[in-house]
């Protein structure tokens, strides 16, 4: 927690609130810790499962007496339960004759969802989010941008966002435009440096939050940066809204395909539709001589998508001016759009698009 003091403040103020069967919420033993960041106050509440109905007033006067010491901070407060077996998230559920998670509920005014992933750290996922996001938007759609990736947000970075987002007087936030672009990212609202501390039930109750009490407006597409693996945010997600579909970014080197298979294989398994793979830092030519290196290998991810009978979406080059315009905030299909070092993204969108008319506005 960032704020020790004004933590402890909160806790005192929920001596207040009061908890089904008697007793106050500061000390009851379902309460998480209290996190603080600059912008934002958050906390969960557990409770044994088929209590959550009890438990909603407790969430809302809980909400009202932290809003009350929290200094303008926006309050998130989730109830979450234990239900291990109960809800689980794949399809062999239904098989099995066991129940199903809840109904996925739709984000007002988002057509279509599209998460971008990948089986594990470092293969330049955010990079290609964030670049395929305004490939979609050049071909005339209107995009947003969720920094799915809380522990290790950089969607800031890359778009080059500055301060934090605004917000309503109801407490929705008004995500930041950058490059046509509507983003939001927990990022915007830390201090440099500062680390996201939350266990999984914090973090999945950030991203229903970030994603649902945010004013996106009428997007066509809102592209997911989620983080990498196979964890408690990507099983949240796909429980909580209907995906379109979903992209895994991969290197070609070998242990990077062995995670993108097991995210392709989660996704298969909670029916999550794959538009295919794409293979980052492919290949590299040196600017010198224009001799081309296969530095982490070639064609991995090509094989990998024949070998779950998936399409292949294309072939994303290590380039000096991609990581350069991405570390200056200025990514390149934004910049440069014409230019060779965006070709790749913008092929990779017109493959997407070519492959599911519906995503396009009906008037295109």
């Not at 109801?170 to 927990?186: N, V």
């Not at 609202?189 to 939050?209: D, F, S």
């Not at 995670?259 to 029916?271: C, I, S």
Request: proline share 8%.
């Amino acid at each position: 927690m960032a704020n020790p003091e004004l933590a402890q403040r909160i806790k005192r103020a929920l001596e207040t609130v009061e908890i089904p069967g008697g007793g106050s919420l500061s000390g009851y033993a379902g309460l998480s810790d209290i996190i603080v960041t600059p912008s934002a106050v958050a906390f969960a509440i557990g409770v044994a499962p088929g209590m959550e109905a009890a438990f909603g007033p407790t969430r809302a006067a809980a909400e009202r007496a932290a809003a009350a010491v929290a200094e303008g901070r926006k309050i998130l407060v989730s109830l979450t339960s234990d239900k291990a077996g109960a809800k689980p998230a794949t399809g062999e559920a239904k098989a099995q004759g066991r129940p199903g998670p809840g109904p996925k509920e739709p984000v007002p005014g988002i057509r279509h969802i599209i998460a971008v992933g990948s089986g594990k750290g470092g293969v330049g996922k955010s990079t290609v989010a964030v670049n395929l996001a305004l490939a979609l938007s050049a071909e005339g759609l209107k995009v947003g941008i969720l920094d799915a990736d809380l522990y290790g947000p950089s969607v800031p970075k890359l778009l080059g966002l500055e301060g934090k987002p605004a917000m309503r007087e109801d407490g929705i936030f008004t995500p930041h435009s950058a490059f046509g672009l509507q983003a939001i990212s927990i990022g915007s609202m830390l201090t440099p440096n500062q680390a996201v501390v939350w266990r999984g039930p914090m973090a999945t109750a950030g991203l229903r939050q970030l994603l649902r009490e945010s004013e996106w407006g009428d997007l066509d597409v809102l592209v997911i940066d989620m983080p990498p693996g196979t964890g408690d945010i990507q099983i949240s997600l796909v429980q909580q809204v209907p995906l379109y579909g979903a992209v895994i970014v991969s290197t070609p080197q070998d242990l990077a395909l062995i995670d993108a298979k097991k995210a392709v294989d989660m996704l298969l398994r909670t029916d999550v539709p794959v538009l295919g793979l794409i293979e980052n830092m492919s290949y590299f030519v040196a600017p010198d001589t224009g001799t081309r290196y296969d530095i982490f290998g070639h064609g991995g991810a090509r094989t990998a998508s024949e070998t779950y009978d998936l399409p292949f979406l294309g072939e994303v080059p290590l380039v000096m001016s991609i990581r350069e315009t991405s570390d200056a905030g200025r990514p390149v299909v934004a910049t440069d759009p014409e230019g060779p070092e965006a070709k790749a993204f913008r092929d990779i969108a017109r493959t997407i698009l070519d492959a599911h008319p519906a995503l396009r506005r009906p008037s295109l």
